[in-house]
């Protein structure tokens, strides 16, 4: 039986996006395309509130966190980490020879904004990394106020991973002077994975000028290169573009207010369904997810042996991640889920439960 997907990442792929990636192909350096490529560009600044070059990647979210090691980091990079995919940012850090330091807190809780003042006034930092969304523990940091912070410090660059948090949570680019913010598509966009993009400033192009090393498939400068003629450097997923380009007319089409008020709803109709239940949200108050939700799993069921019976009914919901695989289970609410599909799956899942 196909299950529909409350996972966080690829979430369910709705039959419009999947018709519109199997549109019939056309060359990557032709005036087609380059239609196409402008026209994603355009709307996805819509999406970011920003006026800042847009780069298409075919590579998974990661490939993109390297590039802005790989482009940024001149001096120290200062990691600032709440869960395992901050810890994998700093992992590529080091593994591309970076200088980088790490700066985490317990699990659970999110980054504040003085944690990462006190460490740039060292002045040792030249590139902050900092994850929006955090879905190994379902935190997310308040990436507004570190902005303001960050803007303090106007040699730093502000590097956000937001694969699980853009397409469903406002994201004001320019307004909080992100350098990059990057994301893939099988999460807020729901798309199948396989593609990312990413805002880059000026000022990060100019800080990549200075960097040595920076790589041939990931380097802005070469995309920036071939942005001038709405293209990307090597062979881009034409299909994930068809794909991209219906789906940001959905986003659109719906309003992007709307779109984050509905992802907030379904952020609000999880956690009453957590308390609901007598569990609790992992995640310390006021630092709750919007796109999914990380439960505590206090009446320890057999978090395995409830995805088995949803699974006979046409549903998958997510263990913990990591550390947490034993003691958490996840329910992820982005893309273009709707209200009264999760409520349908909560009501399957209470009907499970009462059965332990």
């Given amino acids: 039986m196909r299950k529909k997907l ?60 390297e590039a802005c090691v790989r482009n940024c980091v001149n001096k120290k990079a200062a990691h600032f980490i709440c869960g395992e995919f901050g810890e994998r940012w700093f992992g590529i850090s080091v593994t591309n020879g970076k200088e980088a330091d790490q700066f985490k807190v317990d699990l659970g ?21 900092i994850t929006h969304n955090e879905t190994s523990v379902g935190v997310m940091n308040p990436l507004q106020e570190i902005a303001e912070v960050v803007k303090k410090y106007p040699d730093v660059l502000l590097l956000v991973d937001a694969v699980s948090s853009m397409a469903g949570v406002k994201i004001e680019v320019d307004k909080w002077d992100i350098d990059v913010c990057l994301a893939s598509t099988q999460k807020g966009f729901a798309l199948p994975p396989g593609f990312a993009i990413c805002s880059v400033s000026a000022r990060t192009l100019e800080r990549a000028k200075q960097v040595k090393n920076r790589g041939y498939y990931f380097d802005f400068l070469e995309f920036d290169n071939f942005d001038a003629k709405n293209q990307t450097p090597t062979t881009p997923s034409v299909s994930h573009l068809f794909a991209l380009n219906y ?96 409520k349908e799956l909560l009501s399957t899942m209470d009907r499970i439960i009462r059965t332990y």
């Fill in 247 to 342: 789906q940001l007319d959905q986003i659109l089409k719906e309003g992007l207010e709307n779109r984050f008020n509905r992802h907030k709803e379904l952020a609000m109709i999880c956690r009453d369904w957590v308390k609901a239940q007598d569990f609790k949200l992992f995640p310390e108050p006021g630092y709750e997810s919007i796109t999914m939700t990380t439960i505590d799993n206090t009446k320890k069921i057999n978090v395995n042996k409830l995805n088995e019976e949803l699974g006979k009914v046409g549903y998958m919901i997510s263990a913990g991640y990591g550390k947490l695989k034993e003691t958490t289970f996840r329910i992820a609410h982005m893309g273009d889920t709707t209200a009264q599909e999760l």
């Fill in 109 to 129: 809780h999110a980054i504040k904004p003085e944690m990462v003042d006190k460490e740039l006034a060292t002045g040792k930092y030249d590139t902050v990394f």
């Fill in 6 to 65: 409350f996972i966080p990442g690829p979430v369910e792929v709705y039959e419009g996006v999947l018709k519109a990636m199997g549109t019939p192909m056309i060359g990557h350096r032709t005036k087609e395309y380059a239609d196409l490529h402008g026209a994603l560009k355009n709307k996805l600044q819509q999406l970011l509130y920003t006026k800042n070059k847009i780069y298409l990647c075919t590579s998974s979210g990661t490939g993109l966190m």
